[in-house]
């Protein structure tokens, strides 16, 4: 069985986050090519066909104030939004640190409670 491509696409909201994907896109030499249209549940949205690791780049940058949806389409499948919220980028165990941290923080909010 052949495996699915998967297509990722970016929809700025703003015309701020256009510009900057544009800029960010045209650093890596694709911003000509990534512009495209999709129809997401009968309506035509302008999107930037990107890959899925600058999906994730862009979730995890801080640095910029950006608005903007993620659609995802597999093979030849109906686009869909797709959710950063809930997505998870690391879902392994925690660190002893993190614990250790955490249940001191717990500790010290008890404190100030009682």
Known sequence: MAQKTTYWYIEPITDLTNEALAAALAALGQASVAETTIVVQGIEKRVYDVSHQFVTKLARSTTHCTTYRVYVREGNGAPRL????????????????YRDA?????????????
């Open 102 to 114: 955490a249940k001191q923080l717990a500790e010290r909010e008890a404190r100030k409670h009682t």
């Open 82 to 97: 797709w959710n950063l919220a809930n997505k998870q980028v690391h879902k392994g165990r925690k660190s002893k640190k």
